[in-house]
């Protein structure tokens, strides 16, 4: 089966601190691409970041960082200067043939 | 570029009832997906159309449907409704081709069932 877990459901963080959120997939496919998507109270889901897993450097975008451990199938995100906007619910993915299966979300309260 | 749109946004029906939603992609995106997303049972895959084909299909029963049109539009059909099927309805576009494979999701339908 494939499955992705994500362990905490809530997170708060400070305005301006970092703060990082874990993820860990289970496959056993070896082509696969891993993502990180927002889903703000407005439900519009924004791609956040890509990670191709034949990669071996971690991709970056911007404030958006993930650390990807191929071998423990691991996949976090780490948010840099976090903003009052990055306020979101949280979802790692991995996709294979065009499927995505998601975790069941971390909600990411940014705070004064 | 104009982004994925869907319509209706908000739509209400009975239970036993059918419904259509539809999804325009991005200009040049080939592959359209669609996923259900529920509190119970969060995000699931449906189905993904590429070129008017049917190319992946997730574990639903039949009475969910779809399909696509030459010009990449999609639309997803529920047939005979159950109150189970209330959910955010989000449709995902994708070139799919080479290194531009991620999927840009619209704003979904949300559906009510009563």
């Known amino acids: 089966a494939q499955t992705v877990t994500q362990s905490q459901p809530e997170m708060s963080v400070q305005e301006a601190e970092t703060v990082t959120l874990s993820c860990t997939y289970d496959?056993?496919?070896?082509?696969?691409?891993l993502f990180w998507y927002k889903q703000p109270p407005s439900r519009q889901m924004i791609l956040v970041i890509r990670?191709?897993?034949?990669?071996?450097q971690n991709a970056t975008e911007n404030r958006f960082s993930v650390n990807f451990q191929k071998a423990a199938k691991s996949f976090s995100l780490k948010i840099s200067d976090s903003q009052l906007g990055d306020t979101a619910m949280y979802f790692c993915a991995f996709m294979i043939m065009s499927k995505l299966t998601f975790g069941t979300g971390t909600r990411l309260q940014v705070t004064l | 570029k104009a982004g994925v749109t869907q319509t209706p946004r908000y739509l209400i029906k009975t239970r036993g009832q059918q419904v259509t939603l539809s999804c325009s992609p991005i200009s040049g995106h080939r592959s359209v997906s669609w996923y259900q997303q529920t509190p119970g049972q969060g995000l699931q895959f449906l189905f993904e159309y590429f070129s008017e084909t049917q190319r992946n299909k997730g574990n639903f029963p039949g009475r969910f449907s779809g399909r696509q049109f030459s010009n990449s539009r999609s639309e997803m059909n529920v047939s005979t409704l159950e109150l189970g099927d209330s959910a955010l309805y989000l449709c995902?576009?994708?070139?799919?081709?080479?290194?531009?494979?991620?999927?840009?999701f619209g704003p979904g339908t949300r559906l009510t069932v009563t």
């Open positions: 995902a576009s994708s070139h799919s081709l080479g290194e531009t494979y991620e999927q840009y």
């Open positions: 990670q191709e897993a034949y990669k071996q």
């Open positions: 496959t056993s496919e070896n082509n696969y691409y």
